[in-house]
């Protein structure tokens, strides 16, 4: 499979352009989909094999990027992109799965952690990341917590908020919001 011609970058003004594009816009190169990020990855890689493409927000992946050298430390996304049978197949293995997810929006990343006190750190990087680039979050943690040690992160808000591209598109009002649960 030729993963890299599977990947579609979404810019902020919501045009689509490849990877090779993005890559030598972003100063990137070879596996590279972000500065700390790789499509060869379990995740990203799975996200291609699953659904024969990955997409990938460009805004998301900034986040992720400052996010990652901030903290200065690895970093684990263990969800992406999403179907939506994959979101009805969560939901009924009893997670707490939104029944409409930014996942499947592709706007939104899950951010694997070992301990409460990693995730609470994390929201804190995550929040300085947001702000650096200037790019508007939710963060999901608090309602998962101490059985589920993640960080949700999607750029929702950037898009679907007041004077966002796709505001005026039907969305869950939530998305909005740049909020915290």
């Given at each position: 499979?030729?993963?890299?011609?599977?990947?579609?970058i979404?810019?902020?003004d919501?045009?689509?352009?490849?990877?090779?594009?993005?890559?030598k816009?972003?100063?990137?190169s070879?596996?590279?989909?972000?500065?700390h990020y790789?499509?060869?990855?379990?995740?990203?890689?799975?996200?291609?094999?699953d659904?024969?493409s990955?997409?990938?927000?460009?805004?998301l992946m900034?986040?992720?990027?400052?996010?990652?050298?901030?903290?200065?430390?690895?970093?684990?996304?263990?969800?992406?992109?999403r179907?939506?049978?994959?979101?009805?197949?969560?939901r009924?293995?009893?997670y707490?799965?939104?029944?409409?997810?930014?996942?499947?929006?592709k706007?939104a990343?899950?951010?694997?952690?070992l301990t409460?006190?990693?995730?609470?750190?994390?929201?804190a990087?995550?929040?300085?990341?947001?702000?650096?680039?200037?790019?508007?979050?939710?963060?999901?943690?608090?309602?998962?917590?101490?059985?589920?040690?993640?960080v949700?992160?999607?750029?929702?808000?950037?898009?679907?908020?007041?004077?966002?591209?796709?505001?005026?598109?039907?969305?869950?009002?939530?998305?909005?919001?740049?909020?915290?649960?």
């Open positions: 499979m030729n993963y890299e011609d599977s990947i579609i979404v810019k902020s919501l045009t689509e352009i490849t990877l090779k594009e993005w890559q816009e972003y100063g990137l070879g596996t590279q989909i972000g500065k790789s499509y060869m990855e379990r995740t990203f890689r799975r996200n291609i094999e659904y024969g990955l997409v990938v927000y460009a805004d900034r986040v992720l990027d400052a996010y990652r050298e901030i903290s200065g430390k690895p970093c684990r996304v263990a969800s992406f992109n179907s939506e049978a994959k979101q009805e197949d969560l009924r293995r009893g707490k799965a939104a029944k409409t997810s930014p996942h499947v929006a706007m990343a899950d951010v694997d952690l409460e006190a990693e995730v609470r750190e994390a929201v990087h995550m929040h300085m990341a947001a702000a650096q680039t200037g790019v508007k979050c939710r963060f999901g943690w608090r309602t998962y917590l101490p059985k589920q040690t993640f949700h992160l999607d750029v929702c808000p950037e898009y679907y908020g007041k004077g966002g591209l796709l505001s005026h598109t039907p969305h869950p009002k939530v998305w909005e919001a740049e909020i915290e649960w």
